[in-house]
């Protein structure tokens, strides 16, 4: 149910944890500058929705998360932070670890909790995770449809990201969309939603690695949950 002591329904307070966040030194020191900022969860370049004149990640500034954050009287706030181990992402830990050093660094009392996955379930499905965050990848569609259900709606949701009438209202009318340029503008409206009032704390998104002779070329395929090989062929001389 509703809890007026949750300071994550402040939207200071979430605008100062992304502006905590410096994705650039994620991307240097994590992924060896192999990925991209990212800019609202789930959305990424070429996906259904995308912008580039309205989606731009958020700017790296603890000052002004120190700011947000005693203008809204949050200043010493406590949060955790839940992580489980979660296939092909073997980055989790240390995203955690890095997410709760920024944190702590604007005056948030973060700590980080390190779970097994069905406990980290358990705890979101029974929505005992209010006033904190869980941290967790999953990949990008081209069209994400049906997670703006699963995974957005207040009561319908498995996840429950948010409750917000404004989104609920858009899930079904997403569903229902048949016309393709219908149904980006109803992404690209949620998406907005979303960016502008900080509800996710969206982090760098790591790009696909292939290792090849120099002989060879290769085009990569993006699937639902791998990057795989589409083509590949010898160079042509």
Known sequence: GYDASNPLLDLRVRKALNLAINQQEIIDAIFAGVA????????????????????????YDPETARQLLRDAGKAGMSIELYTAPQAGVTELKELGEAVTIYWNAV???????NVDPVTLTGLRLDR???????????????DSSRRFVSQWHSTKGARN?????????????????????????????AYKIMYDDYL??????????????????????????????????????
Request: proline residues 13%.
């Open 36 to 59: 991209a900022p990212g800019l609202v969860f789930e959305l990424w370049p070429g996906n259904m929705g995308y912008d580039a004149a309205l989606f731009k990640p958020y700017p």
């Open 107 to 113: 005056g948030v009392k973060a700590k980080l909790v």
């Open 161 to 189: 990201f948010g409750s917000d009438p404004r989104i609920d209202e858009i899930g079904p009318a997403v569903l229902a969309a048949v016309d393709s340029k219908e149904k980006a503008r109803l992404h690209r409206e």
């Open 200 to 237: 996710t704390v969206p982090l760098p998104q790591p790009g696909p690695l292939w290792a090849h002779v120099p002989e060879i070329e290769y085009s990569p395929k993006r699937l639902q949950y791998t990057n795989e090989v589409a083509t590949i062929r010898p160079k042509a001389r």
């Open 128 to 142: 005992r995770l209010a006033g904190n965050a869980y941290l967790f990848f999953l990949p990008a569609l081209p």
